[in-house]
């Protein structure tokens, strides 16, 4: 008799946290926002500077828009996907990708909108390109305050898929939301870098370095989580 209450004492104890599980997620993502976000954000600064005075704001905005959604929601997507493969069997390639693609598109929308509102008020009332934005702590606080809300619009699509193969899916949104608050005060850092004149060698270098640094902030942070959620889950199958 004390044998068997023995072994169902080990059966329904807490299952331990999965931390080679979350070091690869974090090192999964700071890659892939790495290759998926600096290339973006390379792509938008050279491609804008050519096609913004043609076509205007807006389009260039949606041309940004599509570059983040495909670009870094494909590349993230992917990464993270080969991550949890193996602890959620039966999550489809195809299906997390497009979600994470799907999300980043709105929250690079989102994310865009205060500075095309910006360019055409300029245009408006005949204000240069120049015009300072926010600086210091408000410059820093508005990138808080982003990532607070486009952290979230990136993880809807990605709980919609996730509330399949785990309970309390839901904290995966406010993670999401304290991840992304930290990464968008760091990306925003970065880009403080680049002058009025254009992009050089030392900038990117400095872009690529702070996208590295964002990546893995976030991933570790919704990292947490995510190892949260497997463990509740795992905890489930034994109640």
């Not at 080969?82 to 999550?91: H, I, T």
């Not at 909108?113 to 702590?137: K, N, R």
């Not at 009025?196 to 964002?214: D, H, R, T, Y």
């Not at 893995?216 to 463990?231: E, K």
């Amino acid at each position: 008799m004390a044998q068997v209450f023995e072994h169902d004492k080990r059966e329904r104890a807490p299952t331990p946290l999965r931390w080679a599980l979350w070091r690869e997620w974090t090192l999964a993502n700071t890659l892939a926002e790495a290759l998926g976000l600096g290339a973006t954000l390379l792509a938008g600064v050279l491609v804008f500077a050519r096609l913004e005075p043609r076509i205007g704001p807006v389009a260039s905005a949606l041309i940004g828009v599509a570059l983040g959604a495909v670009i870094e929601g494909g590349i993230v997507g992917t990464a993270q996907w080969l991550v949890l493969r193996a602890p959620l069997e039966g999550l489809r390639w195809r299906r997390w990708a497009i979600a994470t693609a799907i999300g980043a598109g709105i929250a690079w929308a989102l994310g865009m909108t205060p500075s095309v509102i910006m360019a055409l008020a300029s245009q408006d009332s005949g204000v240069g390109a120049e015009a300072q934005g926010p600086e210091g702590l408000a410059f820093y606080a508005l990138a808080a305050g982003l990532g607070l809300i486009a952290g979230p619009i990136l993880a809807v699509a990605q709980w919609w898929v996730l509330r399949d193969f785990v309970p309390r899916a839901g904290w995966w949104i406010p993670a999401n939301a304290l991840a992304w608050a930290v990464g968008m005060v760091i990306v925003f850092w970065g880009t403080s870098f680049i002058p009025a004149s254009g992009v050089a060698a030392p900038v990117i270098a400095i872009l690529i370095g702070c996208v590295i640094l964002a990546g893995a902030a976030v991933g570790a942070i919704h990292g947490l989580a995510l190892i949260w959620l497997l463990r509740e889950r795992d905890r489930a199958r034994v109640a």
